[in-house]
């Protein structure tokens, strides 16, 4: 793969830390990623070489060259993910240069109906994530509540 930017949604977590890094290393060391940037996004206030470090516990027999490539392409956002305007900035990296990312759709509803960017269709790609229905304390129940559970769970895979 060339000229490729790689977002980690949640790089300071475990399955970056044990599993995401260690598979990017393997990618270059192979010679199979050139010309890339990776950007590790999370809530967390810390640095790109704090989440390779890290990683690298996860890692045996790391070679320097290959770990000097990583680290010099790779890069951290601080990113609060209920924040829209959080997103604004690897939006925007994403708009001026050649490559990809992994967004919220609603982060780019615009770009995408005035063309500047385009949604990519990936057969047999299935991600799933766990939503809950949240409401104030004592509205529980109401008319309205109940309407819209009853509305998701028609529609959308809701056990």
């Known amino acids: 793969m060339k000229n490729i930017t790689i977002i980690i949604f949640g790089a300071t977590g475990d399955l970056a830390k044990r599993k995401l890094i260690s598979a990017l290393y393997h990618l ?5 990623l050139d010309n890339f940037v990776i950007i590790g996004a999370a809530y967390e206030d810390v640095t790109a070489e704090h989440i390779l470090e890290r990683a690298r516990e996860f890692m045996p027999n790391v070679d320097e060259e290959v770990w000097k490539s990583l680290l010099a392409r790779t890069f951290y956002k601080k990113i609060n993910f209920i924040i829209p305007e959080d997103f604004e900035a690897l939006k925007n990296f994403i708009v001026a240069d050649t490559c ?3 967004l919220p759709k609603r982060s780019v509803v615009k770009e995408l109906l ?7 269709d990936i057969d047999k790609l299935s991600i799933t994530r766990q939503f809950y229905f949240i409401q104030r304390h004592g509205d529980e129940g109401n008319g309205l509540s109940n309407a819209f559970i009853k509305f998701s769970k028609a529609h959308y895979n809701i056990k």
């Open 28 to 32: 270059i060391a192979r010679k199979k």
């Open 100 to 102: 990809i990312g992994f």
């Open 114 to 120: 005035t063309g500047d960017l385009v949604q990519l």
